[in-house]
């Protein structure tokens, strides 16, 4: 072989392997949801790996009135998380003592009072024009850097669901106020129907997949979850899609019975966009001991 032709080889196979890393997400991200549950947890309790991107995701904004009859506003958008401990001055502290971490605030969530938290538009102009404008003053008088999108029950059909978030989305990255969004599905199909149409018309400007894997059966198998994980990673085709697990051990996929087993054979195949716990206002009582093993594996 000529010298010109092992440079030429060389080249090749160098082209090759950066665009074989182009196609596969980072998959140093740990991600969790902080605030929804009311016990008493603070950013500076959650242990933080220096060699990893670390988002807390506060839960959650919600749009309905915050009254013991809490109602839907059309998009005007009020903090529903553990204001006492997780405020602007904290997250302003846990950014600085951390430069790898960004803060994130989620919308929607399972419940609001006593009831189910639906998705209740007006109409798609109304609904994203209360939403941009009621979301950036929160946005900005936390210091936040993204949003999550975790509404569970709709009273709108998919297509209405796509418009409004993908438009919500749109607008805040367009004027600066984001630099990231990320959805969080489950395998159900409503829950689907509405995502996946979101993820059809929008889904370029979606960053991140956080999928409730954890709400599939307790119990799952390690062949299960990485069967669950393709199937989604189809589903959410050219998304970074994140591996999760519920700190309860109520659901999935638990990490005494081989997460992260799975996390290390995704993270082999280059399939690993990060992981993601719900969350920490549970993971206290165990002294954060999973979130410990999630961030060493991620930043090996």
């Not at 302003?92 to 969530?109: E, M, P, R, T, W």
């Not at 805040?172 to 018309?201: C, R, T």
Request: proline share 3%; with cysteine; net charge negative.
């Amino acid at each position: 072989m000529t010298f010109s032709n092992l440079l030429f080889l060389l080249f090749t196979l160098q082209s090759l392997l950066v665009a074989m890393a182009s196609t596969q997400p980072k998959s140093d991200l740990f991600r969790e949801y902080i605030g929804a549950e009311f016990n008493n947890v603070k950013f500076s309790d959650v242990p933080i790996n220096p060699n990893v991107e670390f988002h807390y995701i506060l839960a959650f904004a919600i749009d309905y009135t915050t009254s013991s009859s809490a109602s839907p506003t059309d998009g005007q958008f009020n903090v529903f998380w553990d204001t006492d401990n997780l405020t602007p001055s904290q997250v302003s502290s846990i950014k600085n003592q951390h430069s790898n971490v960004k803060v994130a605030l989620s919308l929607g969530g399972d419940s609001v009072g006593d009831g189910s938290c639906y998705f209740t538009p007006s109409s798609v102009d109304s609904w994203v024009s209360n939403a941009v404008s009621s979301l950036t003053k929160i946005i900005q008088q936390y210091n936040l850097d993204g949003i999550d999108i975790d509404y569970e029950h709709f009273h709108a059909d998919p297509d209405t669901f796509a418009e409004c978030i993908g438009k919500l989305i749109t607008t805040l990255k367009n004027n600066g106020v984001i630099s990231f969004a990320s959805i969080a599905p489950f395998d159900d199909d409503e829950v689907q129907s509405h995502y996946m149409a979101l993820w059809k018309s929008y889904g370029h400007i979606i960053d991140y997949v956080n999928f409730q894997f954890y709400a599939y059966d307790k119990g799952t198998t390690v062949s299960q979850f990485m069967n669950y994980f393709q199937t989604q990673r189809s589903n959410y085709g050219g998304g970074d899609m994140l591996a999760s697990f519920i700190s309860d051990g109520s659901g999935g996929l638990s990490p005494e019975n081989g997460f992260f087993t799975a996390c290390n054979r995704l993270k082999s195949e280059g399939k690993l966009g990060g992981i993601f716990v719900w969350s920490a206002d549970d993971s206290k009582a165990l002294g954060f001991r999973y979130e410990k093993q999630s961030q060493a594996l991620l930043a090996v």
